[in-house]
C-alpha cells in the first residue's frame, strides 16, 4: 500500500514537472521547505538531553501549564508534529500522565498558528531569501563543528534558512504558474467546493506529513489567486485535521497511552473541523470585523486565512479544554488496557527511543517489573507469596508450615519464563541507544544494567541456596531446620523492608540514606548467623558436614539480600538532583558500615 502510494506521487510529479517550469519550482519549494522543518526536528532534540524531562516535570502539574508548554513549544519549534511525538513519548514512558498530554496537545494546537502568521505577514511581503542566505552560512559552519549544542544550532538555523528559501521558490514560483494553468477556474463554491478541498487539505497533510507546509501552499496560492478564499478556507479546515496523522504514527510504537493521546488529537481536532464547517459563514463574518479591528486589508487573503487557522484552533480549545478530566474518561473506555503479559516486556516500545529521556525511564520501569518477577521466584522458592509479607502475617510460624507443606519450586523453568525473555530485551534495548555522548543519560542505563545484573544474581544464589533448603525439611535434626527456616525468614523480610521502603519513599525526605540501616542489618545478619552456626557445632547439636553448607547457604542468603539492594537502590531512587548527589556523599560505605556493626558486637 505504502509503496503503490509512492509510485502514484512519482507519477503525478513526473507529470507536473512535464507540465510546468512553474511547478517545478513549487514543488521544489515544497521539498525545501519539508527539509527545513526536519532540519528543526533534528536541531531541537539535540537541546533534549535531561532539560527537557525537567522543563516537562515542572510545566505539566497543571492542565494550564500544560498548555502553555505545549504552545510555547510549538510556536519555537515550528513543529506540532515533534511536539507531538515528543509527547506520546514522554507519555509511553509515564514521565507524562494522559491529562497533561492532553493539555499540551491544545496548546501545541494554537501554538502552529504562529507559523501562518510568519508566513502571511513577512514571508509574502519581504524578500526573505536574502535572510535564508546568511542563517544557511552560519547553519552549515556550526553542524561540522564537534560540540554537540553547536551542532544542534547548526541544525536550527540550516532549518530556519531552508524554510524561507522554501517559501521564496513557492512564492515566485505561484506568480508565474497563472501562466501555464488558472487553479482558479477548478473553484468549486458551496457546500460540495468545502467538502472537497477539505478531503484535499487533509490528503495533502498526510502526504507532505506537515500542516505547515500545506498551510505555506495554500497561503502563497490564496495570495496570487490561484485558489478562491473559500477553497481555502477549507483547506486550512483539512490541514488541522490530516496533521494528527503524525501522532497517530508515532502511537504505533507507543504503549496503552500514547494510543490514547493520539485518540484524543484526532477527536479534538476532527470535532473542532466538523464545528467549523457547520458555521464557516459566521466564522467568515467574525474574520471580516477582526480584520478591520487588526487593520488587515479586506483584499488581504492570506492574513485573513492566518487569522482563520487561529480562530479554527481557538475555538476548539474553548470547546473541549474545560472537559479534559471527561475526555480523559471517554478515551479510558474507548482504548481499554489489556491485561499485560507479565512474562513480556511491557514499556520497551519504539515511541521510547526518541528521546534520552524516554529511554532511561522506559528502562527503569521495565527493570522494576523485572524485580517483581525476580522477588516472585524468590518468594515461591520458600513457599511464598507476596501476600504473605504483610507485617501481619510473615512470621517463623508461617516459614515452617511453608517448608513443611511446600513442594520443591521449578527455578530453571521460571526463570526461562518470567526472567530471561525481558532481560534479554532489557540489554537488546540498551545496546540500541543512541546518545553515549550524553553522560547523564549514558551513566543511568550503566547504573540500570548492573541492576538488572544484581537481580539475575539474586536468582542464581536462590537456585544454589534451593538444594540444601529443599533436603532440610527430610532431615530429623530440628537445630538444622531451625537454621534453614531463619534463612528463608531473613531473605522474605529484607524483602518485605525493601518494599515497605519502596512505597514510604515519596515521604522520606533523605530515602537514600534510610537504605544504610538495611545495608547494617544485613552485614549484622550474616555475622550473628555465623556466629550461632558455630555454636550449633561447637555445642554438637549439628555436625560439622551439616555447619559447612549451612555456612556456604548463608553467604548465598547474604548474596541475595545484598544483590536485591543494590538493585532496589537503583531502581527505586533514580533522581540526580543536588539532594540525590548528596545523599550518595553521606551514605555509608562497606567499610564504615562493617565498622558500626563491629562495634555493635563488641559492646
Not at 138 to 161: A, D, E, M, N, P
Not at 194 to 206: C, P, V
Not at 420 to 444: D, E, L, N, R
Request: hydrophobic share 45%; with cysteine.
Amino acid at each position: 500500500m505504502h509503496k503503490a502510494l509512492l509510485l502514484t506521487v512519482i507519477l503525478l510529479l513526473s507529470y507536473g514537472f512535464w507540465l510546468s517550469d512553474a511547478f517545478k519550482g513549487i514543488a521544489a519549494g515544497v521539498s525545501i521547505f519539508l527539509f527545513g522543518m526536519l532540519s528543526l526536528e533534528q536541531g531541537f532534540k539535540a537541546f533534549t538531553g535531561g532539560a527537557l524531562e525537567r522543563i516537562l516535570q515542572r510545566t505539566t502539574d497543571t492542565s494550564w501549564k500544560s498548555f502553555g508548554f505545549g504552545f510555547l513549544s510549538a510556536t519555537l519549534m515550528q513543529s506540532s508534529g515533534l511536539v507531538s511525538v515528543i509527547t506520546v513519548s514522554f507519555l509511553s514512558a509515564g514521565l507524562l500522565d494522559l491529562a497533561a498530554g492532553i493539555g499540551i496537545i491544545f496548546g501545541s494546537n494554537l501554538g502552529t498558528t504562529t507559523g501562518a502568521w510568519l508566513i502571511a505577514g513577512l514571508g509574502l511581503k519581504v524578500n526573505i531569501a536574502a535572510y535564508a542566505m546568511p542563517l544557511l552560512v552560519f547553519g552549515v559552519l556550526c553542524i561540522f563543528q564537534r560540540s554537540k549544542k553547536l551542532k544542534g544550532t547548526g541544525y536550527v538555523l540550516s532549518g530556519l534558512g531552508f524554510l524561507l528559501l522554501g517559501i521564496h521558490y513557492m512564492k515566485d514560483s505561484f506568480e508565474h504558474f497563472e501562466n501555464t494553468i488558472n487553479l482558479a477556474n477548478y473553484a468549486m463554491p458551496g457546500v460540495k467546493g468545502l467538502l472537497i478541498y477539505t478531503a484535499i487539505g487533509i490528503i495533502a497533510t498526510i502526504i507532505m506529513q506537515s500542516s505547515h507546509a500545506t498551510m505555506l501552499l495554500t497561503i502563497t496560492a490564496v495570495s496570487v489567486h490561484q485558489i478562491t478564499y473559500d477553497n481555502a478556507l477549507a483547506l486550512v479546515i483539512g490541514a488541522n485535521i490530516g496533521t494528527t496523522v503524525t501522532a497517530i504514527i508515532a502511537s504505533l510504537g507507543a504503549n496503552i497511552q500514547g494510543k490514547r493521546l493520539a485518540g484524543s488529537h484526532l477527536l479534538i481536532n476532527l470535532l473542532t473541523g466538523i464545528f467549523v464547517l457547520f458555521f464557516v459563514k459566521d466564522f467568515v463574518a467574525i474574520i471580516d470585523k477582526l480584520s478591520i479591528y487588526l487593520g488587515i486589508a479586506a483584499t488581504d487573503k492570506a492574513m485573513k486565512l492566518a487569522t482563520f487557522h487561529s480562530l479554527f484552533n481557538l475555538s476548539g480549545i474553548i470547546l473541549f479544554f474545560p472537559f479534559i478530566r471527561q475526555q480523559v474518561m471517554l478515551l479510558e473506555k474507548m482504548f481499554i488496557e489489556k491485561r499485560p503479559n507479565i512474562f513480556q516486556p511491557k514499556y520497551l516500545g519504539a515511541s521510547a527511543m526518541d528521546f534520552p529521556e524516554t529511554v532511561v525511564e522506559s528502562v527503569r520501569l521495565e527493570s522494576i517489573h523485572l524485580y517483581e518477577n525476580a522477588i516472585y521466584i524468590i518468594l515461591r522458592t520458600f513457599g511464598l507469596y507476596k501476600y504473605d509479607l504483610q507485617t501481619n502475617v510473615l512470621s517463623m510460624p508461617l516459614i515452617e508450615r511453608s517448608n513443611h507443606n511446600s513442594i520443591e519450586y521449578d527455578i530453571d523453568a521460571s526463570y526461562e519464563k518470567r526472567i530471561k525473555g525481558i532481560y534479554s530485551a532489557i540489554i537488546a534495548f540498551i545496546s540500541q541507544v543512541g546518545f553515549t555522548g550524553q553522560m547523564t543519560q549514558s551513566s543511568k542505563l550503566s547504573w540500570l544494567r548492573e541492576a538488572n545484573k544484581h537481580l539475575v544474581e539474586a536468582i542464581k544464589d536462590t537456585k544454589h541456596l534451593q538444594k540444601n533448603w529443599s533436603r532440610s525439611r527430610t532431615s530429623s535434626n530440628q537445630a538444622t531446620i531451625n537454621e534453614y527456616n531463619k534463612i528463608a525468614y531473613q531473605i522474605a523480610l529484607h524483602i518485605q523492608q525493601i518494599e515497605n521502603f519502596r512505597h514510604e519513599i515519596e515521604n522520606n525526605e533523605l530515602p537514600l540514606l534510610s537504605l544504610d540501616t538495611l545495608k547494617a542489618a544485613i552485614r549484622n545478619d550474616d555475622v550473628q548467623m555465623n556466629y550461632a552456626i558455630e555454636t550449633l557445632i561447637r555445642e554438637q547439636k549439628i555436625t560439622p558436614q551439616t555447619g559447612s553448607s549451612l555456612i556456604n547457604d548463608s553467604a548465598y542468603m547474604h548474596n541475595i539480600k545484598k544483590n536485591l539492594l543494590k538493585a532496589a537502590e537503583t531502581l527505586f531512587l533514580h533522581g540526580t538532583d543536588g539532594n540525590a548527589r548528596i545523599e550518595r556523599q553521606l551514605a555509608l560505605n562497606d567499610a564504615e558500615i562493617n565498622d558500626i556493626v563491629q562495634t555493635v558486637d563488641t559492646k
